[in-house]
């Protein structure tokens, strides 16, 4: 039995990364914060394709919250993938920027994953197996405008991918981040396409599909030698 703990798997990219997932054979533990309804939903979804799923409900942000739920979990049962896909955007312009726009953002996006991996790794360690990916951004490659509090956190993730990678190589725990561009889900409804569009040389927008796709092959058999790498889908939108 495989298992694939996904931190932020109700909706969008977290939903489609883990039903792609369970159709590959892993069991699901996802979480959520808030969204408890829509995780259940997820859940009863990946049940319906004959894999187990748990969901499990706290704010990443927190680290107090984030030990309770997954410290004795994972040194009982150590998951076979983490997927890091908690993320929110408080978008602005630096100058008008508030304190508490760039703390959430931070807080979630990059503290976050420094809560969740403390407790995976040094079961992970232990079994010498594992698989890390973060979900990172264009914008962490790049920079974009009003996002400097997003961007920032999302470089920061692909540092601290690359500083962990050195580190747990040698242990067979793989760790790497998948860099999604402009993806059709909630968080992108409001981006006007007539001017984006001409920036992406494939001319449209991706799927949460394609992005999951590229996940699927990180955690697969499959993939033995990407390492401490930043996966980009983005149809061209950064080259």
Same mark, same amino acid.
């Given at each position: 039995?495989?298992?694939?703990?996904?931190?932020?798997? %109700?909706?969008?990219?977290?939903? /489609? &990364?883990?039903?792609?997932?369970?159709?590959?054979?892993?069991?699901?533990?996802?979480? #959520?914060?808030?969204?408890?309804?829509?995780?259940?939903?997820?859940? !009863?979804? &990946?049940? /319906?394709?004959?894999?187990? #799923?748990?969901?499990?409900?706290?704010?990443?942000?927190?680290?107090?919250?984030? +030990?309770?739920?997954?410290?004795?979990? #994972? *040194?009982?049962?150590?998951?076979?993938?983490?997927?890091?896909?908690?993320?929110?955007?408080?978008?602005?312009?630096?100058?008008?920027?508030?304190?508490?726009?760039? *703390?959430?953002?931070?807080?979630?996006?990059?503290?976050?994953?420094?809560?969740?991996?403390?407790?995976?790794?040094?079961?992970?360690? +232990?079994?010498?197996?594992?698989?890390?990916?973060?979900?990172? !951004?264009?914008?962490?490659?790049?920079?974009?405008?009003?996002?400097?509090?997003?961007? $920032? %956190?999302?470089?920061?993730? &692909?540092?601290?991918?690359? =500083?962990?990678? +050195?580190?747990?190589?040698?242990?067979?725990?793989?760790?790497? $981040?998948? !860099?999604?561009?402009?993806?059709?889900?909630?968080?992108?409804?409001?981006?006007?396409? *007539?001017?984006?569009?001409?920036?992406?040389?494939?001319? +449209?927008?991706? %799927?949460?599909? *394609?992005? =999951? =796709?590229?996940?699927?092959?990180? #955690? %697969?058999?499959?993939?033995?030698?990407?390492?401490?790498?930043?996966? !980009?889908?983005?149809?061209?939108?950064?080259?």
């Amino acid at each position: 039995m495989k298992i694939a703990l996904i931190i932020g798997g %109700s909706r969008g990219i977290g939903r /489609a &990364i883990a039903l792609r997932l369970a159709k590959s054979g892993f069991d699901i533990w996802l979480t #959520c914060n808030r969204n408890l309804e829509a995780a259940q939903t997820v859940q !009863s979804e &990946i049940k /319906a394709l004959g894999r187990a #799923c748990e969901v499990l409900s706290f704010d990443v942000a927190d680290y107090e919250a984030v +030990r309770a739920a997954l410290e004795t979990r #994972c *040194d009982k049962q150590v998951p076979d993938v983490l997927i890091y896909n908690a993320g929110i955007a408080r978008d602005n312009l630096m100058v008008w920027m508030t304190k508490p726009e760039w *703390d959430a953002v931070l807080r979630t996006n990059l503290d976050g994953f420094y809560n969740v991996t403390k407790m995976v790794l040094f079961p992970m360690m +232990r079994e010498k197996r594992g698989k890390i990916i973060a979900i990172s !951004s264009t914008s962490g490659e790049i920079g974009q405008a009003g996002q400097v509090n997003y961007s $920032a %956190s999302k470089a920061g993730l &692909i540092g601290a991918v690359k =500083a962990l990678a +050195r580190e747990v190589g040698r242990k067979n725990i793989f760790v790497n $981040a998948v !860099s999604p561009g402009i993806i059709e889900t909630g968080m992108t409804t409001e981006i006007p396409k *007539d001017k984006v569009l001409p920036l992406i040389p494939l001319n +449209r927008f991706g %799927s949460v599909d *394609d992005v =999951a =796709a590229t996940v699927n092959f990180l #955690c %697969s058999d499959e993939q033995s030698y990407i390492h401490g790498q930043v996966i !980009s889908v983005n149809g061209g939108l950064a080259i």
